[in-house]
Structures are given as C-alpha cells and as structure tokens.
C-alpha cells in the first residue's frame, strides 16, 4: 500500500508566523500567554505548552498585568489592545497580514457606510476570534450571516456591504451574494440600493480546494487530519469527502480505522491550515504501523 502525503498541506504563513513568535518568545523566557488557542489543532497546541505556553481566555486577560501575551494568526477586536493598554499587558501581535488588511478594510467600510446609513454584514461563524475580531472593527454593529436563514437579519432598503471570515468556502460565499441580490430584486431595491460584495477569502484556503479536488481524486482513500475546531479544516475535509467518499477525519492518530484500508492500494494524507506536517507524518507512520490486508 502506497502512502503519500500531501505536499500542499500543512501551516499557512500565517500560522507558520504565529508559531515562530510563540517559539522566539518561548525560547527567550520560557514563559508565555496566548489568547486563545495558538492554532486549531490540540497536538500542536500540546507541543507548544510543553515549551512554556500558556493558554488564556480574555476573561483572564482583565485580571493580567505586566506581562507579556501572544495575539494568535485571527487577530482581535480593538477592546483587547485597550484592555492591554490599561492593565500594561505587552502584546506580541501575531495577527496574521491577511487579516490585519481585512480589518482595516472592514472599519472603513463602516465608516464610510454611517454616512450612508448602511450596513456591514459579514459571511462567517459568530463567536469565532476572527469575526470577533472582524465585527469588532464595527462596534460590534456588523450583522453576521452563516447561512441563508440569517439574510432575514438584512434591511433590503438600506445599502449593504458584505464581507467574508477569510477560511469561509468559496461556494458558500457565492451562495450568500445570489441570496442578497435575490433578496433586493425582491424587495424592488435591485437598481435602487447599493450592495457591494467583497471577496475577502483568504486564498491559501480557497486555492488548497482544486489541489484537493486533484489529491482526493488520485487515492484510494483520504485520511484528512485537523482540529475539531478548525473551521477550514471542516471546509476542505468536505471538498475531499464530495470527491472522494472514502475519505475520513482524524485529529489524531488514535482515530484511525483498520477497516478503511482493508484492499485499498493508495492513501493520501492531506490536512487543514492549521495541521502541522509532523502531525501528517505521525499518521503516516501508523496506518504503515497497522495489520493491513491489501490486494
Ligand atoms: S488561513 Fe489565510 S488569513 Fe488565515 S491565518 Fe492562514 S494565511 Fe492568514
């Protein structure tokens, strides 16, 4: 049995740039507080305590002083760097530049939409860190949408500007735009209210889908690997199992199944932007460690 991992999974940079902070700090003072997770992915976050992280909530980040604490890759709403200002918290801010830009773009459109009495609605997950830090950038006015139920949360006589959660799905994004403009056309609005739709997908997320679609198509079975909580890494497992219905999602390698692989004679292993390509190999190594009939 033939096993491959692919070359196109693994960190994004800004994953990748957030870790290498985390460890230049760790290395210096071994001590370090992270707001949230450090990445999606509970083995990677495991690796990284082990070093001297320390994982907070921002219900603790009121009750530092003093210190030092890492802003992982979604970035935060502007109340945290007020809260760190005042509690004298130096931030390490490894927001990602992605989304940075799509903060700044976001606050402008809000700005520019008061004088408009427009709204700023995002395509995202509430309560995830990057839309609370993206609908932060709105005084927390922004309307998020996850699916076509929440478009009723929308005044179709008023302006809309829509925006997207940078890992969000290329095809679910489109589905939101057609929805809107069915919407207006609906309300009589389609040439008389401005809606501008901004594609603000991050592209190491949405251009992974063709070569997924590639891998999936050229292996017996997928062995996706992610976090439970990665949100790109439910999206891009989904493009696997559509292509591929002999794909499965593991976070690690306990989850593995014999029964996949009995009389398959390829594997592909392929992961999220927030799966680390040891963890890729760990698996790797035990489906070979596994009793396997194969044909
Ligand atoms: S997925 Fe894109 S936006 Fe998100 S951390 Fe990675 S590079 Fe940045």
């Not at 919407?183 to 070569?211: H, M, W, Y």
Request: charged share 25%; glycine share 6%; hydrophobic share 35%.
């Amino acid at each position: 049995m033939k096993i491959t991992i692919d070359s196109n999974s693994g960190f994004c940079f800004g994953v990748v740039y957030a870790i290498q902070m985390a460890e230049d700090e760790l290395a210096e003072s071994g001590k370090l507080y992270c707001l949230g997770d450090i990445v999606h992915n509970n083995m990677e976050v495991e690796r990284l305590k082990k070093q001297g992280l320390e994982i907070i909530q921002h219900s603790d980040l009121e009750n530092l002083h003093n210190c030092k604490v890492l802003i992982r890759a979604h970035g935060e709403p502007p109340s945290t760097y007020e809260t760190a200002i005042k509690n004298n918290i130096h931030l390490i801010d490894a927001s990602c530049p992605v989304v940075l830009k799509l903060q700044h773009r976001i606050r402008e459109g809000y700005e520019n939409s008061m004088e408009e009495d427009g709204q700023i609605v995002i395509y995202g997950l509430e309560g995830h860190a990057e839309v609370n830090g993206l609908k932060g950038q709105t005084n927390n006015n922004a309307i998020i949408v996850m699916n076509v139920e929440d478009l009723n949360k929308i005044d179709y006589n008023k302006p809309i500007k829509l925006y997207s959660q940078t890992t969000k799905s290329t095809k679910g994004f489109l589905r939101i735009v057609k929805e809107i403009e069915a919407r207006l056309e609906l309300a009589g609005n389609k040439d008389k209210i401005k809606f501008e739709s901004n594609d603000t997908l991050c592209r190491q997320v949405s251009n992974r889908e063709p070569q997924l679609i590639k891998f999936s198509k050229e292996h017996d079975v997928i062995i996706f690997v992610g976090g439970k909580k990665s949100s790109n890494g439910k999206i891009l497992y989904e493009v696997c199992k559509s292509i591929n219905p002999n794909s499965y999602f593991v976070s690690d390698p306990t989850e593995l199944n014999s029964n996949w692989f009995v009389n398959v004679n390829t594997v592909g292993i392929c992961g999220a932007t927030s799966t680390p390509m040891w963890l890729m190999e760990v698996v790797e190594q035990e489906i070979g460690n596994l009793n396997l009939v194969t044909t």
